[in-house]
């Protein structure tokens, strides 16, 4: 969104502390924050005159029972508007019956700043076309260790073993994949297998962050460094001492800060703003960028020698498209993970809405299957997904067709059975037999999470042939 557009956000609320967080993280975005402090004064707003410049509603509701009630009401008069919930972890059942009644998304207290700009970037885009199918505000889910990480595509499976291999080192890595892959996952699973796991991960986006305070930030500074420096600020180097410091979206650093940043991994040390001298930090940094780093420095916009230093180890994570033969693992190990969550359950999911699923090209990655999966758990009614509960896919799906267009790798042919693993050549021959079985048991493993005995009584053979399969096929039984 250019930063020279002014959106308008109305804020619902009564903590004078949150009015002031949330009208100060908008405003980095160009969104301005009108508040209201309760239904009646809100919808007062929406039908003012300059109610249709209002372009998302953030609901910040003190007493629980009001915000469904609130989101109910405000959804007859702002149809279309997007409505997000603000709201505690042991609050969570109720923003999904928010959610029931209209609310769009809802977003985890304490706010962090890269939520709430990643679901008014979302409100902002709605009118471009995407709509729901751009990544929403992210959930929070408990962290997936190496083994966890579902995919067994030869190019996904490779970046994650590069991963695996580097985490015993210091040095730095760099990720390099689309918005949606699952950049911090992976760091995350980095962190949490290195000898530096009991040890802070300190993450930063720092496209979120503004140019002007993004030294601060990273490197701290002291009282009276500058103008509204009141008091003396640890920087997020500081906060990773012995642990590892994500720099998410690192081709936003401005040059001369990306200087300091190459100073600090060479030497160990940062230099606060306004400090006498230096301070020693023991800090495993890895960043990450959707834009290719290399491209960046053709550019002129990224510094070479920073980029060779970052790039100790690099991983690059291919898009969702590309491992479509993923699709299916994917998909029921995310609907697991969503049961888990207050008011939801268990479902299954039918033939019909995998396979429009899988023939859908998933601009948003990883993610974007997530929040629509969340999405259609949270309002289904069934105990089955079906094509019915993906109206927003379907539509995106109907108006992406092109004639001619080739299906997605893995996509299911009309009439064919669903399962994950591809049956014919590019050519359109059908592949080697030993091809197929040693695909299938992969997939198995993975939807299985590496549990072999139910591997093996899922494929309906003992564990020693399933072994002794593993051999013949030369198949890896953690992969």
Known sequence: MPRETIRSLLLVGHDAGQRRLVTAIAARAGWRTTVA??????????????????????????????????????????????????????????????????????????????????ALDAAASRNAGEGELRPMAEKLWQPLAMEQIVGETPAFRSAIQIAANAAQARVPVLIEGERGTGREMLAEALHAASPRAQRPLVVLDCGAVPSNVIDSDLFGHERGAFAGAFERKLGRFYEADGGTLFLDEISALPLDTQARLLAAID????????????????????????????????????????????????????PLRERMEDLPALVHHLLARIAQQPGLRELAIADDALELLAAYDWPGNVRQLQNALFRAAVLSDGDELTTADFPQIAQESFARRRPGRAAAPGARRPGAPQSGVPLYTPEGHLR??????????????????????????????????????LGDLGIDSAA
């Open 37 to 118: 402090a309760d239904a009646a004064e809100a919808q007062a707003h929406l039908a003012a005159p300059h109610g249709g410049s209002i372009e998302a509603v953030l609901i910040d509701q003190q007493e629980v029972s009001e915000s469904v009630a609130l989101v109910a009401a405000l959804r007859g008069s702002a149809a279309e508007t997007p409505i997000y919930t603000l709201t505690s972890l042991d609050r969570l059942a109720v923003a999904i019956e928010a959610m029931r009644v209209g609310a769009t998304d809802y977003l985890v207290k304490p706010l962090a700043p890269d939520r709430l700009l990643a």
């Open 267 to 318: 030497s160990g040390r940062i230099w606060p703003l306004g400090a006498r001298g230096w301070v020693e930090v023991d800090v495993r940094v890895i960043a990450a960028s959707r834009v290719p780093l290399a491209e960046e420095v053709a550019a002129g916009r990224f510094r070479e020698d920073l980029l060779y230093r970052l790039a100790g180890v690099f991983v690059a994570i291919p």
């Open 432 to 469: 080697p037999l030993d091809e197929i079985e040693a695909d299938v048991i992969r997939l198995a493993i993975a939807h299985y999470r590496g549990r072999m005995s139910e591997v093996a009584r899922r494929l309906g053979i003992g564990r020693s042939t399933l072994y002794r399969k």
